[in-house]
């Protein structure tokens, strides 16, 4: 059973150009294109949403893409244009972002909260009038010392690094069709199933 409407976008973070398309930061963008590539859909640029966007067709739900391109510390004002525009409530945005403080391989979801330190996040929350949205961690690793932290983000993963990224991010796709229907709990209860802890 859903205990909420639904999710009606979704935003990838990430930086744009081809610089940083492989870096560990953008690992939301690369969620997106998953997405759009399932989907067989493919993003257009919109200057007045500050991204690229696409619309796909998710568990029987027409659901919005959005991937800011206003570099990551500006990722709010893309995401504040966007559900003012379609008068969308927080509850209803999934945010998919790299998060350090977990290792690779590691998916789990959060509803509402704080920025953990994430510039992108950090903004959202700055240009949002709700912080109720849900959040899609995908760990990427912690290179151990705070100095290492930005050189560590704005770098490609080890080959196994990726391969394990990758492996989430199939498991954020198989949560989808909960996640995109409102019912947090069973997408939950599939990570646990996965063995993932929450």
């Not at 999710?7 to 744009?16: E, F, K, T």
């Not at 903004?123 to 961690?137: E, T, Y």
């Not at 705070?146 to 492996?167: H, N, Q």
Request: proline share 7%.
């Amino acid at each position: 059973m859903s205990d909420r409407a639904g999710i009606d976008l979704i935003v990838g973070l990430g930086n744009p150009g081809p610089e940083y398309a492989e870096t560990r930061h953008n690992t939301g963008f690369w969620l997106l294109d998953r997405i759009a590539r399932s989907c067989g859909a493919e993003f257009q640029e919109q200057r007045h949403f500050f991204g690229h966007i696409t619309r796909v067709r998710l568990a029987g739900r027409e659901c919005w893409l959005l991937k800011p391109m206003a570099f990551m510390n500006h990722s709010g004002r893309s995401v504040a244009a966007f559900t003012h525009y379609y008068r969308m409530p927080a509850a209803s945005v999934l945010v998919a972002y790299d998060e350090l403080d977990l290792p690779p391989g590691t998916v789990r979801l959060k509803c509402g909260g704080g920025h953990g330190g994430h510039n992108g996040l950090r903004d959202i929350l700055a240009c949002l009038p709700d912080p109720g949205f849900i959040r899609l961690r995908v760990g990427v690793g912690h290179p151990g010392a705070r100095e290492l932290v930005t050189p560590f983000l704005l770098s490609r993963p080890s080959s196994a690094d990726r391969d394990a990224i990758g492996s989430a991010l199939d498991a954020a796709l198989e949560l989808l069709p909960w996640i995109v229907s409102g019912d947090l709990p069973a997408a939950m209860n599939r990570l646990h199933q996965r063995g993932d802890k929450l």
